[in-house]
């Protein structure tokens, strides 16, 4: 095969790759970004249950003991922490990958050798 064959091949091939690893990449931000979501969801949750047990206390009560509301939520605020921790390193990691998106775009056409186009003319003139 001709050397201008092999690396036309050789640079479909890197473009090739390249495209795999930008979709990869693409998808792996598009997981992040839905467990991000799902996590939102989540402390939207304990958020209400942090609004329902609050509420329950006063309608028992008439009054709201910063004590017992505080026993009745702490496991819902660990939750509530736990979710915005984990949150922030998901945010981190897409901000990373958004950031890495360095592509190469180069002339699949280019012609690196202007020796091999010099032998193509001899060859030409040989015939």
Known sequence: MSPNFDNLVNKGKGFLKQAADQTTRIAK???LNTNVLTLRSEKGRHLQTIGLRTYTLFTEN????GVV????VRD???QIERIEGRVKELEEEIA??????HVDVTDVTDDDDDDDEEEHEKSDKDK
């Open 69 to 72: 509301l505080q026993e009745k």
């Open 76 to 78: 819902e605020i660990a």
């Open 62 to 65: 008439s009054k709201i003991d």
């Open 29 to 31: 931000i598009g997981k």
């Open 96 to 101: 990373e990958l958004r950031a890495n998106t």
